[in-house]
């Protein structure tokens, strides 16, 4: 409709939480995420908000082990005082993630969805901001989340760079960068079905030498997006391994 977002959400009464998923259904990954956000909803009352715009940056680093991710976003409240935001995520344990506050929120609590889903468990980091934010007031942030590995361990993070956008938003900046001695030999740009994850779409962007892949998405639909890749075969890694982690 070309309306900024959150316009249509802001008319309507009570904001734009989204229903308890059935039973039935709460495996799923989009089953999953809402009951956890339910779950932060009791415990910090309501935070509604629609995300504006949305920039992740991994980076790779000697080991060929993910260093970090970088988050910038844009939000706007959909009611009056909205003072944190849930950043909800699944890091693969192997990597042990440690979230750090930047410009414009800091890290608070940490709430995990209870044991018994399938795949890595979900976390929701709070993320505290500098004040109440009025009905329709937009606010931006960033933070990072950084990872430690175990150089020593033979079992290697999935070559999958995946994020679920759980919400629409105006634009979704998609970035992962390797060293210089570690470029893949094989890149895909991979679309995955929001209900499963299930790849349903993948395209060869694959450059020589390139050191960094962004891709850039207006009006992103629910669903995920980024990129698989392969390393050299003489490096021994599959690239296609199973596990992968949607930070």
């Known amino acids: 409709l070309g309306l900024p977002a959150g316009d249509l959400a802001l008319l309507l009464p009570g904001g734009a939480l989204?229903?308890?998923r059935r039973a039935g259904r709460?495996?799923?990954p989009a089953g999953r995420h809402a009951a956890l956000r339910h779950m932060t909803a009791a415990l910090a009352g309501s935070q509604q908000v629609v995300p504006v715009t949305v920039a992740k940056q991994?980076?790779?680093g000697t080991g060929r082990?993910?260093?970090h991710t970088r988050v910038s976003m844009r939000i706007r409240a959909l009611h009056d005082g909205v003072d944190r935001f849930w950043y909800v995520h699944s890091?693969?344990?192997r990597l042990r993630s440690r979230?750090?506050?930047g410009a414009g929120c800091r890290v608070g609590r940490e709430v995990g969805e209870p044991v018994g889903g399938t795949g890595f468990p979900l976390l929701a980091a709070e993320l505290l901001l500098p004040g109440p934010l009025a009905r329709g007031e937009h606010h931006d942030f960033c933070f990072a989340v950084h990872y430690h590995t175990d150089h020593r361990s033979d079992r290697v993070p999935?070559?999958?760079?995946?994020?679920?956008?759980?919400?629409p938003c105006e634009r979704l900046d998609l970035s992962v960068a390797f060293p210089p001695e570690a470029t893949p030999a094989e890149m895909l740009q991979c679309r995955w079905r929001q209900r499963d994850l299930a790849e349903v779409w993948r395209s060869a962007r694959t450059l020589d030498g390139c050191r960094e892949y962004r891709l850039l998405v207006d009006d992103p639909a629910p669903g995920g997006y980024g990129y698989r890749w392969a390393w050299p075969a003489a490096a021994g890694i599959d690239g296609?391994?199973?596990g992968a982690s949607a930070a």
Not at 158 to 167: E, K, T
């Open 58 to 60: 991994r980076r790779l």
């Open 158 to 167: 999935a070559s999958v760079f995946r994020h679920l956008q759980a919400q």
């Open 240 to 242: 296609r391994r199973s």
């Open 18 to 20: 989204p229903p308890v």
């Open 91 to 93: 890091p693969d344990p």
């Open 26 to 28: 709460a495996s799923s």
């Open 99 to 101: 979230l750090v506050g």
């Open 65 to 67: 082990q993910p260093e």
